[in-house]
């Protein structure tokens, strides 16, 4: 990665001193001095912030195909947001535009969607655990931006959460869900009929309309919507 950033680097460095003239001159220093330091410093932000958003998938490309594929992105489809906190945004469909393993596209996509409940916006809850007596069949729930519902044939989720030791991505069908905890991201992998269930309530279906699409046991109903409340999953109704 760090070798087609460089581009950058090089392209400064040997950029023509008049072409910089439109540009008002800095009040100290040279304007060329300028681009050359912030050129000089822009590879390693670039490589250190794609690497805050994709923290698996380099490990299981390896260091040689993650920068090859990460210098790639960084070049062909370089930000175009005033801040490198959005770069991995395209990063997926990149990828599948490359040809790459599926497997690699599943776990990008599962990552950015971890990204993406970190720094959503998190709504103050008005609701507490004793507001489940007020639950009835009628009731709409109103879920947290930062709340996912993942399904895929990859093991993402168990491998995400085992990242720091030597992660293995297997094939194997897996269903997680995503939500913030205060200032931390929590993946909790559940069962099939879970996920499915509170698809159809972050949908929009009433608790009676999810419930006659999807069937739960009394135990399992409240156990899970005690949790969505406590842990401020579910915000409101």
Do not use: C
């Amino acid at each position: 990665m760090r070798s087609d950033l460089n581009y950058f680097d090089h392209a400064i460095s040997n950029f023509p001193d008049d072409a910089l003239d439109f540009l008002r001159p800095p009040h100290r220093g040279d304007l060329k001095e300028k681009f050359s330091i912030y050129a000089n410093g822009y590879p390693l932000r670039t490589q250190t912030a794609m690497e805050e958003v994709f923290e698996l998938l380099p490990k299981l490309l390896g260091e040689k195909e993650w920068h090859h594929l990460g210098g790639a992105y960084v070049r062909l489809r370089p930000s175009t947001s005033y801040s490198l906190n959005h770069i991995g945004e395209s990063f997926p469909e990149f990828l599948s535009q490359m040809e790459v393993a599926h497997r690699w596209i599943v776990v990008a996509n599962f990552e950015l969607k971890i990204w993406h409940s970190f720094h959503a916006y998190q709504k103050e809850s008005t609701l507490r655990s004793d507001d489940l007596a007020h639950i009835d069949m009628g009731t709409r729930f109103l879920f947290q931006d930062s709340m996912f519902l993942f399904e895929s044939k990859w093991n993402a989720a168990e491998t995400w959460k085992g990242r720091n030791s030597r992660p293995v991505l297997k094939n194997r069908k897996e269903y997680s869900l995503i939500f913030r905890d205060r200032d931390a991201v929590i993946v909790e992998i559940v069962e099939k009929n879970s996920f499915e269930f509170l698809t159809l309530l972050k949908t929009g279906f009433t608790l009676g309309e999810a419930l006659d699409k999807n069937v739960m046991t009394a135990e399992n109903l409240s156990k899970t919507l005690h949790h969505l409340i406590s842990k401020e999953i579910i915000y409101g109704i």
